[in-house]
């Protein structure tokens, strides 16, 4: 052996965690129980997508978009490989998303309805660190009975969502409201499953974790002393309020529709932070221009204030006794004079500008949109934003909720109080429930048998 085969022997050695050399690369092996982590310096954070197009990411962009699903030849080679008990190779030690700790208690993690699979991983510090959850497709098992078979479905719709959550994140960024949202990425995942000891050789998308637990899983504590002290000292005085007021603006520039109380995540030091962004963006088919409880006038937002009940028309249902701490994300309670108007930050100021002055054809290309109506929807809003402002574009803009789902604006609840018990607003704050004609569900006339509560057409007094 002569002194460079000594080098590549010692570095093999130092390289591979486990005892015994003889452990074969996660490579060679079909399923592989235990992979041990290498540590190369060739960090996959050198390949993951994000950033502009114009960073040279573009032909990488596009083939890292086709990887996120295993092709046949590959899972034909991977099924003529050995099942290892041991491995080294991988880059991440997968665990499954199941229970988070915060505030003392454990929380169960809601299982989505998604095929997709999700786990959580720490990312190696070549990377940065940190805790990161990754979405995986095509993984051969039932989620529910564990039984194995290879078939990938809805390809072309993975894609192109994947595709839109990067174009949005390169807006999202040059607008200055990353700290409102966490990072995504597509990387390759090269883990095994800790529950099979399958190999994911093929890409995934890469989430950096928000931290705390979501406004749900707070919501589910029910405990007297926690929502009297921690939910109230949590969401009143810790809250962020910059923060909610620049998720206030994500949520609108972006035409959110889908910022419900599980994507909204809470730490204990009161910052927020919103995952999920994909219902974005795309009026046609959700038939909805913006639904966020950080959105006066929108479902989401009312629900929060009224309660579903009275919002959804159930028969007979009455205001709750009371009050939903969640009504404190009214960016109205922070914003200087109530309102935001044209007050933007900086960043998003020069953000709407360039977006006014390009074509939609132009949106498309420069952020990669996989779909001119996406370029559309935010081309409008943006010029509304920055012509007519906010409050002006959340009720009046472009794409528009459909007339049932549009509700008067009331006025805030700015402070909590409690008194026997009972959540409150800590001031005056008479509210008159109303809701809009129609069905709330599907924006179309109301068909139930009985009475329609709603008392006026959606999209009146506004002003
Ligand atoms: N970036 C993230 N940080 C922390 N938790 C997350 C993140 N992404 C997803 N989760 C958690 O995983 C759960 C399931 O996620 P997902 O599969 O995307 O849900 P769904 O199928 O409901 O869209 C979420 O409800 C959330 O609690
Ligand atoms: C490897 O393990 C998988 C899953 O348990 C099993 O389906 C397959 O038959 C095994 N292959 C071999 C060669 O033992
Ligand atoms: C509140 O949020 C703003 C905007 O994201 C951030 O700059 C600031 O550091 C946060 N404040 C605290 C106390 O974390
Ligand atoms: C609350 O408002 C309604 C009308 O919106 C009014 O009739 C009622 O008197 C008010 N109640 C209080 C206590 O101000």
Redesign the pocket.
Known sequence: MNFIETLQLLAFIFVLPCDEASVPHVSECNFCMKCHNEQISDSFGQRHIQGPLSAGGDRDTATAFDRIFPTTEDIQAKQSRPNCTECHGCRVQLQP?KAVTAFGQDFR??????P?W?FTAELPPSEGGGRA?V?VWCMPFDKVHRTFQWRCQKLDMAVRANKFLIAQQRVVEECGLMDTT?KVWLAPVNAVDPDTGLHIWWYGLW????EGI?LN?LSYITRKSFVEETIMDLLQTKLNKTRVIRSAMLDLLTSQCDRHA??V?INENGNIQL??NLQAMKFNWLKCGSDSIFLPGTQKYTIASFGGNIVWKKIGSKPKRTVNPMVLLDYRCYANGGKIGTDYPLDLAKCLTKLSSLTVQEIMEQYGFPMQRHAEVLSVRAKDMLSKGFEWSLKHGEPLNLTPRRYKWHEPCCKLGVHHHVVSCGHAWNISMEVPKGDPLHGTEWTKGYPDPGTYLGGEGLD
């Open positions: 998303l993690v809601e299982i989505g309805a998604s997709e999700i959850v979405k966490v989430m950096q974790r928000a979501s899983q599980q994507n995540f995952i999920d």
